[in-house]
């Protein structure tokens, strides 16, 4: 397939070749670059070993990888694009799934054939009322070109009499879903009549189905979809799919509108990469292909009634699917509008605006369980609660499902806090009173930041974690050994986070290379200005580095201390939480439980520094603070015995 394909004809319909500087007798061609935007013609394409480079953004591979990047699709995807221009056939898994392949192949070349009749009777008079339509819509000629858009003439066998005319059996038509069998014994009618057609394609490009929009107003159905077929499955397939999925890896956000109008108005919009389900609600093989195509597709609903059971039911199917870097976000329309009356009335502007305020899967969550609703009840707050943990216990993802844990906390907290707590709390920040020239002045970044400021137990919190980091960085041969602490080990500055996140991504095989990891995802000043602490100087394995059995032992000795002041914050928590929702011994015995933890967590901290004995009735014992008293009473009862 290489031999057979020509990476200049390839990469050509993508790019403007500048003829100056290339020479396409030699194959050698320069075009400003695909990936990035340039306008000088830094990407050489080498035709003979058929292989592209380019010195700007230094993008390099052959025509699958160029398929892949600039397509966004998989590694076989290309393949089978590849084979389909260079006129090979794809490898049979067995003789059975190439005659599947064949009949496959028929059935597309019917669907194609139905497109250009379509096409073509858009430009009769019969369809005189549609292109009014398109034209009241804001469809003009390229519009239409673009998304193929056609017309289904009100004759009852049109469609059949004109592919039966070309030689296409009647059977591969009605495989089709483009005609069906007469119940009175006539030849078979055309499933789509007085209807504009939207070509519905699969991931592919193939033309797989058709939507068809009625034109008399007393039609049953308005839109109308093709049967399923050997080609098409409504609950897998989305419109718009291939072009959407290209754009989306150019950096588009990935929009899942309603409907064929909404996904062509968002396209002409600005917004190409839109994908509409067809005629059924999102389903969970459409979910898995949006996340093939983004870590983040945006639903944008309408603002209705319907629209919003529509993204509670969206997110009833997303729960069990989510993971880290895999979820969904909500643009819900105002009432009574969708994205084409927007775009039509408002102008692209107030789509974007909508879509920058599209809020995350947990808000809207939040939003069923409690809008409309009294909590003014111990019970109610109960079943609010019990019905949130069950909800929460269906993401499989554990991480993911604790940050719903914290985030959910937080919103229940703005909901039931006491009155009169100092202002509204907005997301972490107290809204006060002050105004004017009263207002204390904003602090800085780095007072803000500052370990006086954020007071003790967040400056030791700050202290552990560089010490950790740095020692990881320094010996990183011990990482595996802490592989999973160090993955749950909870950061307070995004900086540490982020260089945890690069030895734990990287995994280094010695300290040059974690530096160069680290570096590389925070910056070497940074690096360096975290490294040269002062504190860090008194660490002991950081002045013995590739000493892996003291670095083991001083990264130990710091994450259990981590990881207790931790667990005592989770208690403490928990225990105000139990605060403003109960009133009895539940109160009582959670106050408990987080003194405990406490006191367990101050133990952790000095245990290294401080030996102990066990007195007679259990309890723990400073042996230094006892052998100071038993010494002070020796001398008291040595002064009494000489007087």
Not at 595 to 603: G, L, N, T, V, Y
């Amino acid at each position: 397939m290489r031999n057979r394909t020509s990476l200049s004809q390839v990469v050509g319909r993508k790019v403007m070749w500048d003829q100056r500087k290339s020479q396409q007798g030699k194959g050698d061609m320069w075009a400003p670059c695909p990936f990035h935007q340039e306008k000088s013609a830094s990407f050489h394409v080498d035709d003979r070993k058929g292989f592209y480079y380019c010195f700007g953004c230094h993008a390099k591979g052959d025509a699958i990888s160029f398929i892949r990047e600039t397509e966004n699709v998989g590694f076989m995807e290309a393949v089978e694009i590849l084979a389909g221009e260079a006129g090979m056939q794809m490898p049979a898994k067995d003789p059975q799934a190439k005659e599947k392949a064949d009949r496959r192949t028929q059935l597309a070349e019917v669907m194609e054939a139905a497109v250009r009749f379509y096409r073509m009777q858009l430009g009769t008079g019969a369809a005189q009322e549609a292109r009014a339509y398109l034209d009241r819509r804001k469809l003009g000629p390229a519009a239409r070109d673009t998304f193929e858009i056609g017309f289904a003439p009100p004759g009852w066998q049109s469609l059949f009499d004109h592919l039966t005319g070309q030689g296409i059996a009647p059977e591969l038509i009605m495989a089709a879903g483009l005609a069906r069998e007469s119940q009175k014994g006539g030849k078979p009618y055309d499933v789509f009549r007085h209807r504009i057609m939207f070509p519905i394609r699969d991931g592919r490009g193939r033309a797989i189905a058709f939507g068809g929009r009625a034109m008399d107003p007393d039609d049953k159905a308005k839109y109308l979809n093709s049967p399923e077929t050997e080609l098409f499955d409504k609950g897998r397939n989305l419109y718009n799919l291939a072009p959407a999925r290209e754009a989306s890896g150019k950096g588009a956000p990935l929009i899942v509108a309603e409907g064929y109008m909404d996904v062509i108005a968002l396209s002409e919009g600005g917004f190409p990469a839109a994908v509409a389900p067809l005629g059924t609600a999102v389903t969970e093989a459409q979910l898995q292909t949006l996340w093939r195509v983004s870590d983040e597709p945006v639903i944008a609903l309408d603002g209705d009634a319907a629209g919003i059971r529509a993204a509670y039911r969206v997110i009833d199917l997303a729960l069990p699917l989510l993971e880290a870097g895999r979820s969904l976000r909500f643009a819900i329309m105002p009432p009574g509008k969708d994205p084409d009356d927007i775009i039509r009335g408002e102008g692209p502007e107030a789509i974007r605006r909508i879509l920058d305020e599209a809020v995350p899967t947990v808000s809207l969550l939040w939003r069923r369980e409690t809008e409309g609703r009294s909590f003014d009840t111990p019970e109610r707050k109960a079943a609010l609660d019990k019905s949130l943990r069950e909800t929460v216990k269906r993401i499989p993802d554990e991480t993911l499902r604790y940050h719903y844990g914290e985030e959910i906390k937080h919103l229940r907290w703005e909901l039931f806090r006491p009155a009169g707590q100092g202002g509204q709390r907005k997301r972490g920040a107290w809204k006060t009173g002050w105004k004017g020239a009263n207002a204390p002045a904003v602090p800085s970044a780095e007072t803000k930041n500052s370990l006086l400021v954020t007071g003790q137990d967040r400056a030791d919190q700050l202290i552990r974690e560089v010490v950790i980091l740095a020692a990881l960085i320094s010996t990183p041969e011990v990482l595996p050994d802490f592989e999973g602490q160090v993955e749950e080990m909870p950061c307070l500055d995004p900086t540490h986070a982020a260089m945890r996140d690069a030895l734990l991504r990287i995994r280094p095989a010695n300290g040059a290379e974690a530096r160069e990891a680290v570096a590389a995802a925070i910056g070497a000043e940074a690096l360096e200005t975290a490294l040269s602490a002062p504190h860090l100087a008194i660490v002991p394995c950081l002045r013995r580095p590739g000493d892996a059995e003291f670095a083991a032992l001083t990264i130990g000795e710091e994450l259990a201390k981590v990881t207790a002041r931790f667990g005592r914050h989770a208690a403490e928590t928990e225990a105000v939480e139990d605060l403003e929702a109960h009133g009895d011994e539940v109160l009582t015995w959670r106050l408990r439980q987080a003194s405990e933890e406490f006191a367990r967590a101050q133990r952790a901290v000095r245990e290294d520094d401080i030996e102990y004995d066990l007195g007679d009735n259990g309890a723990r014992i400073d042996r230094g603070e006892r052998n100071a008293f038993a010494a002070l009473m020796d001398t008291i009862r040595f002064d009494k015995g000489r007087k």
